[in-house]
Nanobody
Framework: QVQLAESGGGLVQAGGSLRLSCAAS????????MGWYRQAPGKQRELVAR???????TYADSVKGRFTISRNNAKNWLYLQMNSLKPEDTAVYYC?????????WGQGTQVTVSS
């Protein structure tokens, strides 16, 4: 079983920073990768960043150079440091854990960037 709890969202002005955290409670499954997705109103959910168990990272082009994903393997915590935020980054951000072919999702945390 996997339970995910995101925190760290909020309202920030353009150019500001936020750090999202995801606490993953994992029992009886093996995590293969963890990531962050986001969904803006009227749009599909999209990948923001992903990190594999080996530490390989992938970023959406729109956030490269501004966002950094990291994880604490021992505690199964996932982070997303977001710098130079833009109004177009406004969305609900979801923590995602993949265990082989199964996806697990958190409830999401709202990030709003004002111009």
């Amino acid at each position: 079983q996997v339970q995910l709890a995101e925190s760290g969202g909020g309202l920030v002005q353009a150019g500001g920073s936020l750090r999202l955290s995801c606490a993953a409670s994992v029992t009886s499954v093996s995590i293969t990768s963890m990531g962050w997705y986001r969904q803006a109103p009227g749009k599909q959910r999209e990948l923001v960043a992903r990190i594999t168990i080996s530490g390989r990272t992938t970023y959406a082009d729109s956030v490269k150079g501004r966002f950094t994903i990291s994880r604490n393997n021992a505690k199964n915590w996932l982070y997303l440091q977001m710098n130079s935020l833009k109004p177009e980054d406004t969305a609900v951000y979801y923590c995602n854990v993949v265990s082989w072919s199964t996806d697990y999702w958190g409830q999401g945390t709202q990030v709003t960037v004002s111009s």
